[in-house]
């Protein structure tokens, strides 16, 4: 195999789906050295975050320089002279339109492959264009990237179309999604798993039912744009069903920020706190997925909903918002999808009618042979970066 030396440019590695795809990667190359391919990172918001060494220790080297539109200078100039040092034979840009940038602080020192990755959808970018130089940056960003970019892809065919990438002078350069795959096996249903987590919240009665919502709760700039997981509907969801049904209970798994607090706040004032919980960031996601009965999902827009991808292999009924790519749905008889603007008494009835229509350890059977795989993920990868 030809080795192929990759540099990812992306703002830092948090808990999102596009970051543990490229965690995953850098684990499944480590483990898989006859795949020759090397990636170091570029992270543009400047800061070090808990998930680096986990990168670091499976071969890869990070790069910290923070960008800005005022930076953009002392960015081009740190940028030259990693690509110089580097000699890399790919660059792949997770920064939407801001890649375009980038490829221009870069210029006559770009590789022949130049990769920009779309993994937000429009409404999540759209939110940012709130001031005319904000709007002049996205728009120069955008033509910059067409014109510097040899491939562009997304976490799937929707979030391209959304853009406008179906029409010129994007088209002549985009090629089918690279679907962010994930280690299959890590998100099996375990008995075991179930029984563990459960014990630990104190929910191990059989008769109990888990509701489980995964996703950021508070976000920094929370009161500009909306957070597309829609925490808050799902809190609604998540105070009716415990209110009729007595026998389920509610968790949230993500990043709680200042308001996930306030809603932890209400439910210990309520004295709901032993049938709703916030168990903020885990690393065991896969574990609560086994432990939880059903995953509600009332996202107002995904890119693709990685999350939903791997719900579906732990042989979770899903009970989804209809404004996700279809793309997602990979198990289709696992998914039930409702519209936002239906009644929360809707969605409540869904959760508690829904059931899996076999055993959950199969599922993830049908995952192993699709685009998620981490193995197809990694390969399409490798033949993206051989042909120029």
């Known amino acids: 195999m030809k080795k192929v030396k990759v540099l990812h440019i992306l703002d830092s590695f948090g808990i999102g789906g596009a970051e543990t795809w490229l965690l995953a990667c850098t684990k499944y ?5 006859n795949i020759q391919m090397e990636f170091d990172f570029l992270l543009t918001g400047g800061l070090e975050s808990e998930l680096d060494e986990f990168v670091r220790l499976n071969g890869s080297k990070t790069y910290y320089k923070k960008y800005s539109f005022s930076r953009f200078f002392s960015f081009g100039f740190f940028l030259r002279k990693l690509l110089k040092n ?36 429009y409404n999540y970018v759209n939110n940012y264009k709130s001031s005319f130089g904000r709007r002049i940056s996205y728009n120069l960003g955008k033509y910059l990237m067409a014109l510097f970019t040899t491939k562009l892809t997304g976490t799937s065919n929707f979030v391209l179309d959304e853009y406008g990438y179906d029409k010129w002078p994007f088209k002549r350069i985009r ?23 459960r014990s630990e919240l104190g929910w191990s009665k059989p008769e109990i039912k888990v509701a489980l919502f995964v996703g950021r709760i508070g976000i920094p700039d929370n009161s500009i744009f909306p957070n597309q997981k829609n925490p808050s509907f799902a809190f609604k969801i998540a105070r009716k069903l415990i209110e009729k049904n007595t026998n389920w209970n509610f968790l949230f798994v993500g990043l709680k920020g200042v308001y996930g607090e306030e809603l932890e706040a209400i439910v210990l004032k309520e004295g709901l706190e032993n049938r709703i919980k916030f168990l903020g960031i885990r690393d065991d996601v896969s574990k609560i997925m086994s432990a939880s009965d059903a995953f509600v999902f009332p996202a107002l827009w995904e890119g693709l909903g990685m999350v939903m991808v791997e719900a579906q292999c ?22 039930n999808e409702i519209s936002l603007n239906a009644p929360v008494e809707n969605w409540t009835q869904l959760i508690v009618e829904t059931k899996n229509k076999k055993e959950r350890h199969v599922n993830g059977n049908e995952l192993k042979v699709s685009t998620f795989s981490i193995n197809s993920s990694v390969l399409r990868m490798y033949n993206e970066y051989l042909n120029d």
């Open 29 to 33: 190359l480590k483990d898989n050295p």
């Open 86 to 121: 580097g000699k890399y034979n790919v660059i792949h840009n997770h920064g939407d339109f801001v890649s375009g940038w980038h490829s221009l602080a870069a210029i006559g020192l770009l590789p022949n492959i130049v990769i920009t990755h779309l993994h937000n959808p």
């Open 175 to 197: 090629i089918q999604p690279l679907y962010c795959g994930f280690e299959i096996n890590n998100f099996s249903f375990s008995e075991v798993s179930r029984k563990e987590i």
């Open 314 to 335: 732990n042989g979770l009924p899903i009970i989804v918002s209809d404004k996700l790519p279809k793309e997602a749905f990979i198990i289709e008889s696992l998914v």
